[in-house]
């Protein structure tokens, strides 16, 4: 009986110790996520400050060129003026890109949760599953 006894204590050790390494590897990616989800948020912040600044730019652009018509004044040439209005929306795509690319590493850090918590629960029942059958011997 004190080898079995032995031998369950063992097992109850090393499942311990398992829930251990699996809970703290559990906080580590959890905490990772959130400096990732942090850092996301201020980027997205900075993302649409830009945007409005370009906004606002382009408004006053827009005005110029007209105040610049209103005045006989030399205005910037078509081509100039496409070119610069083709590298502003590239920029705008480049900055889109970037959340997109952002919202999806979220995604996948959101699966690796979930998936990280069905694993906790799938421990959870495997572990009420072997101490049933000592509870009931022990009974």
């Not at 005005?63 to 005045?71: F, S």
């Not at 496409?82 to 959340?99: F, G, M, P, T």
């Not at 690319?101 to 959101?110: G, K, N």
Request: glycine content about 2%; charged content about 45%.
């Amino acid at each position: 009986m004190a080898a079995s006894d032995s031998i369950h204590d063992e097992r109850e050790r090393i499942a311990s110790e398992r829930e251990r390494i699996a809970n703290e590897r559990d906080r580590v990616a959890d905490k990772r996520d959130s400096v990732a989800d942090q850092r996301e948020a201020a980027s997205d912040a900075r993302d649409l400050e830009l945007d409005e600044k370009e906004r606002q730019l382009s408004n006053l652009e827009l005005m110029l060129d007209e105040r610049g018509r209103a005045l006989r004044e030399a205005v910037p040439d078509m081509v100039r003026r496409q070119q610069e209005a083709i590298d502003r929306s590239r920029e705008v795509l480049k900055r889109a890109e970037q959340r997109l690319v952002r919202a999806e590493a979220s995604l996948q850090r959101s699966r690796a949760t979930m998936k990280r918590d069905d694993a906790e629960i799938q421990r959870e029942v495997a572990s009420s599953l072997e101490e049933e059958p000592a509870q009931r011997g022990g009974t």
